[in-house]
């Protein structure tokens, strides 16, 4: 009975997988799965792997489960993904619950698609990973760079600081521009000093002429008392 239906099994699969089926001998093949990665998650065909299903069938098959192996095609470069020496167990591992699901009846059309299913999940959540990990260096980049444009965060303590420095400043400020004034100031009265000298500091001087006429019957006395500046 078993031996029959491993027979029929095979007779459906090679008409399904077609080149993606090896056989190795009447009780064991192997099956080429390549997962279907979307391009949008970055990841070219040439970048996915594909995986050998070897699957050899126990006399009582498919009353109990077949013998299941997982390896990559000879010389196949190591995939980007995908590390085969830890992942084997866990990916053979997902398939524990179809196979008992599907004690008695043929069952490797499944466990193949449940594996592809599989290997696509653990794929994609490790392109996931490698891509929040790049989001997160772009995010702390581009926060060093605004921090270049960003001023130093205001505290107690600093504003403190800033305020007495501003003050001291204005202060210096006020007390130079008094000393301009008063300096101004000065200048200005001196200058008016020079305005109100009398008649006589002015000829002596010579900033007035001497020869005061004295036909008008005056005096040097009053003459020169009447050259005063008001």
Do not use: C
Not at 16 to 45: C, M, W, Y
Not at 56 to 79: F, H, V, W
Not at 173 to 197: A, F, H, I, L, T
């Amino acid at each position: 009975m078993g031996r029959e239906e491993q027979i029929e099994e095979r007779e459906v699969l090679d008409s399904i997988f077609l080149d993606e089926i090896q056989n190795i001998n009447e009780k064991s093949f192997r099956v080429a799965i390549k997962p279907d990665i979307p391009h949008e998650t970055g990841v070219e065909d040439a970048e996915t792997p594909t995986l050998l299903l070897t699957v050899t069938y126990p006399p009582a098959y498919p009353d109990e489960p077949p013998i299941l192996d997982l390896s990559l095609p000879l010389n196949a470069p190591k995939p980007q993904y995908l590390d085969l020496a830890s992942d084997r167990l866990h990916l053979l591992s997902s398939l524990d619950d179809t196979v008992t699901e599907n004690l008695g009846m043929a069952m490797v059309f499944t466990l193949v698609t449940t594996l592809q299913e599989s290997i696509e999940n653990l794929i994609r959540s490790r392109i996931a990973e490698v891509q929040r990990a790049k989001d997160r260096e772009a995010a702390e980049a581009e926060a060093k760079e605004n921090a270049k444009f960003e001023g130093e965060r205001v505290t107690r303590e600093s504003f403190l600081k800033w305020r007495e420095i501003f003050r001291a400043e204005i202060a210096a400020k006020e007390e130079e521009e008094e000393r301009v004034k008063k300096e101004g100031e000065g200048k200005v009265r001196g200058v008016r000093k020079e305005e109100k000298m009398t008649g006589r500091e002015l000829w002596e001087k010579g900033m007035v002429g001497k020869d005061v006429e004295e036909e008008d019957g005056m005096g040097l006395e009053e003459a020169v008392e009447g050259l005063k500046v008001g």
